[in-house]
């Protein structure tokens, strides 16, 4: 019966994280959306939308010392509940760059536009599937999904490039008085490659709470 319950917490766990994945999923696409529209008042929104997360990150992170504490479990469910918990912070900081992505929408929203849009919400779609994909592999104990995640960081760093290239060659060498709307977009699409780092950072964690193997700087470990 003991044994049930367990698992029956580790389950709801479970949820909760898929719960926090779907917030942080949530804000990127609001945020992204104020910065295409200079919205102002939906990037205040995700900026107050941050408690919500913040809140979750401390229940669950007292639920897995809770579940250690009184389970005391050994190895695969001692790493599950552990990697539940790098999940949660990993989580709460893609938050918090979803947040500051809201920021730099405001940092815009005053002045016209300099461009339309096009990388910075494609950066921000790889963003999200990355952060869903890892997810997914925690919940579903899926490897092969976690490596996916991991091999995907070169395309989030390329666009994340082109991105700087063309705000800083096109725009604010030519002209620098286009700075004060180039830099906030140059800012945005390092704050979205940041969540895919982080999604990365995920996913190597479970690749290691499954098969036991460390694959953080041994990218060998992945064939």
């Known amino acids: 019966m003991m044994h049930r319950h367990f698992d029956s917490e580790l389950e709801q766990l479970k949820g909760d994280i898929l719960r ?12 992204v959306e104020a910065l295409k529209n200079r919205d102002a008042a939906a990037a205040q929104r995700v900026i107050d939308s941050d408690v919500g997360m913040d809140s979750l990150e401390l229940v669950i992170d007292d639920k897995c010392l809770e579940l250690i504490a ?35 929408a405001v940092d815009i929203s005053d002045k016209p536009e300099l461009k339309p849009l096009v990388d910075i919400p494609r950066l921000a779609e790889i963003a999200k599937r990355m952060t869903g ?28 490039r082109a991105v700087e290239k063309e705000l ?11 700075a004060d709307r180039a830099v906030p977009l140059l800012l945005a ?8 780092d982080h999604a990365v950072s995920m996913a190597e964690d479970i ?13 060998e470990e992945l064939k």
């Open 20 to 31: 926090m994945g779907e917030m942080a999923q949530a804000a990127i696409t609001a945020a």
């Open 189 to 196: 699409a390092r704050h979205l490659e940041r969540v895919c």
């Open 133 to 160: 994909d890892a997810i997914e592999s925690f919940i579903t104990s899926d490897t092969a999904l976690a490596k996916k995640v991991v091999l995907s960081d070169p395309e989030a760093d390329s666009l994340k």
């Open 168 to 178: 800083v060659y096109d725009y604010m060498l030519k002209d620098g008085a286009t």
């Open 70 to 104: 009184l389970h005391q479990p050994m190895a695969r469910d001692l790493r599950f509940i552990t990697t539940a918990i790098k999940l949660n912070a990993e989580l709460e900081r893609i938050g918090d760059l979803a947040v500051d992505v809201a920021q730099r």
């Open 207 to 219: 690749i290691y709470m499954v098969s036991a193997v460390v694959v953080r700087h041994h990218p």
